[in-house]
């Protein structure tokens, strides 16, 4: 079974810098994609950025990064000049690739404060 | 592009209680999602649908959770009888296809509290 591990509950960040927040997974996988979700208080999961395992190249969404580390089966999320409506809880996704698997396997979660 | 629609948005029952969640789905996208997220957890899958046929229903407690789709588009989630521990937000969301790859949609959930 894949498990997706956030070992961060909650990371704060002060306005205009930069904070990372840590994903681990376990797959047997080969295929596979990752996900970083962020979910305000309104509950509505909201993509934030994607990553094809096949794909070496780390994707980029404007100020936000990742670091795909397949090896170490790690995947984090860099915020570059945080802002105050980046604070949420940010979820780190996987799912397995395939026309007839489309189930998101989450971790726990990690609440980000941003400080003005 | 309307969203994925859910209603209602909150609703606090007594256990032993039925309630019922209804999920409008992006228009076009074939496959809809029910996940449960208790507080302070990632959301957890408890049915996937492709059209109107279950995908994946193994982690749906059977017993009381039941889902359907019909003709392909709305789908209504029930729970009947409520424990206390069914507490949670019952996000809904779909995908254009079933595809790993394919970007999946979210509601903003429907909150239940079961006392």
């Known amino acids: 079974a894949q498990t997706v591990t956030q070992s961060q509950p909650e990371m704060s960040v002060q306005e205009a810098e930069t904070v990372t927040l840590s994903c681990t997974y376990d797959?047997?996988?080969?295929?596979?994609?990752l996900f970083w979700y962020k979910q305000p208080p309104s509950r509505q999961m909201i993509l934030v950025i994607r990553?094809?395992?096949?794909?070496?190249q780390n994707a980029t969404e404007n100020r936000f990064s990742v670091n795909f580390q397949k090896a170490a089966k790690s995947f984090s999320l860099k915020i570059s000049d945080s802002q105050l409506g980046d604070a949420a809880m940010y979820f780190c996704?996987?799912?397995?690739?395939?026309?007839?698997?489309?189930?998101?396997?989450f971790g726990q979660g990690t609440i980000l404060t941003v400080h003005p | 592009e309307a969203g994925v629609a859910q209603s209602p948005r909150y609703k606090i029952i007594e256990k032993r209680q039925s309630v019922a969640f209804w999920c409008n789905p992006i228009?076009?996208?074939?496959?809809l999602y029910w996940y449960q997220q208790i507080l302070g957890q990632g959301p957890k899958l408890l049915i996937q649908?492709?059209?109107?046929?279950?995908?994946?229903d193994s982690q749906l407690p059977k017993d009381r959770f039941s889902a359907e789709r019909l003709k392909g588009v709305d789908s209504t989630l029930k729970i009947q009888p409520a424990k206390l521990e069914d507490s949670a937000v019952y996000l809904c969301?779909?995908?254009?296809?079933?595809?790993?790859?394919?970007?999946?949609?979210f509601g903003e959930g429907s909150w239940l509290t079961v006392v």
């Open positions: 990553q094809e395992a096949y794909k070496q």
């Open positions: 969301a779909s995908s254009l296809r079933i595809a790993g790859s394919d970007t999946i949609y």
């Open positions: 649908f492709q059209n109107n046929g279950v995908v994946d």
């Open positions: 996704a996987y799912r397995i690739h395939g026309t007839s698997y489309g189930k998101l396997t």
């Open positions: 797959t047997s996988e080969s295929d596979y994609y």
């Open positions: 228009s076009g996208h074939a496959t």
